[in-house]
């Protein structure tokens, strides 16, 4: 379910000893990363509920002279709210929990170069490598692809498999979707770009959903392949524009070239209909 | 027929205590999971072979369990004017033994564990058996019964189950009648805050003051749930409380959804619990048939019904917002509170939903019906009343347990367990399931409430407890629970997916002997941050048997590690 949001009353939140203007309930993380403040996180993405699970963007808030730890992607901003990013306890803990995707995603360069901007370029754990990992030893579960997949864009191909450590994510049995619109929204949101996708010819190809293949419909001008099929239609169902027949036969660029030719055609007399 | 008044159940309860106390003499057989495990049904089949179908002399019937495991199977005879008794180790060898002497109003002393003559039942009568059979110990004489008081468990073992009319004779929604006919839902609420009961499924969080909150949440429609998951491995105070007296869970649902104003009641029990199920939705059915479910009942106008959904048996399912997403056919994993579950938006479907463990809605029958006043005077300041623990491990006597909170320690390991079994000197325990930690018997005068056994690194969880002798290795315990923690993790977080899984790779390496000091600081720094940064309870606690032990037994992990 994902929340409206609806902006709450402007208030003031104190972070690093510094104030900043947020609204009342907005998430904390978004307003650190408006302000240019730095916390690592890997699972938020403003368009989704907040998750709350890769750990890494938690601070600590104080309240009555007290400290606790909490995640600032599901911290909500309150007037008065004052949170600390950095304090020792916070690096202790984030410290440890680097060296855990380290040793998860050891492939990964995100992880890596993130993890080195906080310090910590090295693991003490043991690195999980796995052969022919679809993921290719990168993915960290932060669950973004899933989530994509299924809340924005309704297709729900792909899931968690199995729990605990052997959690993995993949499609349904490791069989080919049928559900993949073959968008690409995972491969957008996945922070360690661990997701393979790749267009051969007349198929777009999910590498690491499966080998789940997507036909793609061809540009009418330039006969290019350039859209999912399934996913155009959808798309064009719910879109209301007098773009929409451009759209649907021409890929971007030569919809570009037509759009420019309509407009010289409409200033020289001929017409256009896309007035 | 429907139960509209006290006069309704006046007359249901007579038929009632007819079953309990036929004018004939009556064999009941402890048919509990536990019971029928060792044996307790070829008990039954043999004694029904002998007395034939309908015996004219003799009744036979099922009952739950009293809990004493350890001297399972357990049969109560009772024989018109005198007092009942408990035979126990029965086989169906001792079957013939048993009905002769029962034929001529007799018990066969040898085989008998003690006799009750007088039972207060609480919520109702006082049942006065009768005197005779003194040379059978009395039930208060037996070491394992004597220290206990028997508040949730009064009923347990006595009457059958699977019969309504038995729990009504004994008192059973004489509560609910009292609070639906009679008390305004905010008095009730009040009555259970006031009574300091707090929640029994490990967090301990004032019943009452959920309620409240739930009840003055915004919504049109609400649930209340009941958490019947127990997932502890060596747990199974619940599973008995449903088994051998679920009406009871109902009655203090019932009453509770009239305080808060719901009308929609779900337990949501593993399905490895199938004599619970069955129990429950037998007791459900009986419920429904007086009226005691359903619509307008006492007449009140007030309706309410309970269904059943059924878990796979994760552990973290039991945790609310995993068990919630569950019974919603989504994957079991907890999601960042709050939402709370009594938050709109964050209970079953998006509405405001209560949720309490079983063992939580059985108190509240007895609540309603002696008074919080009462229910305040038993166990410890802050920590009314009295709580059931499975005593499991390598103790002499095992069993459930009730004492009041505040109970030692040594009380309940040593006065009522008697120690270790086989003699040998017990070491330590593990309370909480595998989210406690391991107390060693030096601290064993620390009181049994909520405070005092965080205060040592431990938790009261849902009542399990684990005893450890002089050869259990307190490392290779801790990685026991280590590794059913990580094979219950959900998944979700790293902390606890990741962590648990190198806590137990390195206490792997310790236990072959291939570990060294370095790999012992790694392993505490390592489960300091589980603790701290899970996203659940499962791995905010999961580290504790490590940090524990690590704590309390460092000389046998130092023993282990290479400088
Ligand atoms: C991993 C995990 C497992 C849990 N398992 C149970 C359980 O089996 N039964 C239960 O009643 N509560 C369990 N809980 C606690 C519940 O989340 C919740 O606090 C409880 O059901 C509330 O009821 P109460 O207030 O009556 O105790 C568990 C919590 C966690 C974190
Ligand atoms: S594949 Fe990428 S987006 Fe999906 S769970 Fe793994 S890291 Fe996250
Ligand atoms: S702590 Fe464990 S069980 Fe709880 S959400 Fe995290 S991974 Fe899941
Ligand atoms: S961004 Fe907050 S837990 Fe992942
Ligand atoms: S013998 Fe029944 S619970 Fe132990």
């Known amino acids: 379910m994902i929340q409206q949001e609806i902006p709450g009353k402007p208030i003031t939140v104190t972070i690093n000893g510094k104030e900043y203007r ?54 909500r901003a309150a007037d008065g709210l004052e949170v600390l990013t950095d304090t020792p306890e916070i690096v202790k803990h984030r410290s440890i929990l680097f060296e855990l995707y380290l040793a998860e995603a ?85 922070p360690t770009n661990a997701i393979e996708m790749e267009d051969a010819g007349a198929e777009r190809v999910m590498k690491s959903w499966s080998g789940t293949r997507v036909p793609l419909s061809p540009c009418e001008c330039c006969g290019r392949y350039y859209a999912p099929r399934e996913l155009s239609a959808s798309v064009l169902a719910r879109l209301d524009t007098p773009l929409k027949e451009e759209i649907a036969r021409l890929c971007p660029e030569c919809r570009g070239k037509h759009i420019a030719r309509e407009e010289i055609l409409a200033k020289h007399g001929g017409s256009a209909k896309h007035a | 027929m429907r139960i509209v008044s006290a006069a309704d159940m006046e007359k249901v309860s007579r038929s009632g205590l007819r079953k309990i106390r036929p004018e004939k003499p009556r064999i009941a057989v402890g048919l509990a999971t536990c019971g029928i495990a060792v044996g307790g049904m070829r008990v039954y089949d043999r004694i029904k072979e002998i007395i034939g179908e309908e015996n004219p002399d003799i009744e036979l019937a099922r009952v739950g369990c009293i809990g004493y495991c350890r001297e399972e199977p357990l049969v109560n005879i009772t024989i018109p004017g005198k007092p009942l008794v408990i035979l126990h180790r029965v086989t169906p060898g001792d079957a013939e033994e048993i009905v002769r ?102 967090a301990g969080f004032p019943t009452g003051l959920k309620w409240r909150i739930a009840r003055n949440a915004e919504g049109d429609r609400k649930f209340v749930i009941c958490n019947a998951d127990e997932g502890d491995p060596g747990a199974y105070m619940n599973r008995n409380e449903m088994e051998s007296d679920p009406h009871m869970v109902l009655e203090g649902m019932l009453i509770g959804a009239y305080a808060i104003g719901v009308s929609e009641g779900l337990i949501y029990i593993r399905a490895e619990y199938p004599l619970a199920i069955r129990r429950l939705q037998t007791a459900i059915g009986q419920a429904r048939e007086y009226g005691l479910l359903g619509k307008d009942i006492f007449g009140t106008g007030f309706s309410f019904d309970i269904g059943i959904a059924t878990g796979a048996g994760a552990f973290v399912c039991g945790e609310s917002t995993a068990l919630v997403a569950s ?124 405070e005092s056994l965080n205060r040592i690194g431990s938790i009261m969880g849902s009542g399990g407890i684990v005893v450890m002798d002089e050869d259990t290795d307190m490392v290779d315990i801790a990685r026991y629970f280590i590794n059913f923690a990580a094979s219950e993790s959900c998944g979700k977080c790293v902390p606890c997916r990741e962590g648990l899984k190198h806590t137990l790779l390195i206490l792997n390496k310790i236990l072959a002997k291939k570990a060294t000091k370095k790999d012992l600081e790694i392993l505490s720094d390592l489960t300091e941050t589980i603790v701290a940064t899970s996203l659940c309870g499962l791995g905010q606690t999961a580290p504790n048997p490590v940090l524990t032990t690590l704590a309390y037994f460092r000389d046998e992990y130092d023993a282990l590690v290479n400088p």
């Open chain 1, 106 to 190: 050891p492939k990964s360069d995100v992880i890596r170069d993130m993890a080195a901007r906080y310090g910590v370029t090295r693991t003490r754990f043991l690195k999980r490598i796995e052969q022919g990992d679809p993921l290719g030893n990168k993915c960290v579960l932060c669950g973004l692809c899933v989530r994509a997949c299924s809340e924005i864009m309704g297709a729900g191909a792909i899931n968690f498999i199995n729990r605990g450590p052997y959690t993995v994510v993949n499609t349904p049995y490791y069989a080919p979707s049928r559900d993949c619109f073959g968008c690409g929204a995972c491969v957008r949101v996945c």
């Open chain 1, 22 to 75: 947020a609204n009342e309930g907005e998430i904390l993380l978004s307003v650190a990363i408006r302000e240019k403040i730095e916390i690592p996180h890997l699972c938020y993405e403003a368009s989704l509920d907040p998750y709350g699970a890769c750990r890494l963007c938690m601070v600590e808030v104080v309240r009555k002279g007290k400290r606790e730890m909490a995640t600032s992607c599901t911290l």
């Open chain 2, 327 to 450: 019974i919603e056919g989504r994957t079991g994993r907890p999601h960042p509170r709050p939402p709370r579950l009594t938050d709109p938006g964050g209970g079953l479907f998006g509405y405001p939903t209560d949720l309490n463990n079983v063992e939580s809605w059985c108190n509240i029958p007895v609540i309603i019906s002696k008074g919080s006043e009462w229910y305040a005077g038993i166990g410890a300041k802050g920590n009314s009343g009295t709580k059931v623990f499975s005593l499991v491990g390598k103790v002499d006597r095992v069993g459930l347990v009730e004492v009041p909170l505040g109970t030692s320690l040594n009380t309940i390991v040593f006065t009522i367990g008697n120690g270790g079994a086989g003699n040998k000197k017990v070491k330590a325990v593990q309370t909480g399931g595998p989210s406690g930690g391991c107390i060693p018997a030096r601290l064993f005068d620390t009181p049994v409430d909520y």
């Open chain 2, 101 to 202: 002497a029962v034929e001529k109003g007799e018990v066969p002393v040898e085989k008998a564990l003690c006799r009750i003559p007088l039972w207060d039942h609480i919520t109702g009568c006082t049942q006065e058996y009768g005197a005779g059979f003194d040379g059978i110990p009395r039930y208060e004489d037996v070491p394992f019964f004597s220290h206990q008081k028997k508040v949730i468990l009064r009923n347990s073992g006595l009457i059958n189950p699977e019969q309504i009319d038995e729990y009504i004779a004994i008192g059973g929604y004489a509560a609910a009648l009292k609070a639906l006919s009679g008390m305004a839902p905010e008095a009730i609420i009040d009555e259970v805050e006031k009574s300091g009961l707090r929640g029994r499924g490990g």
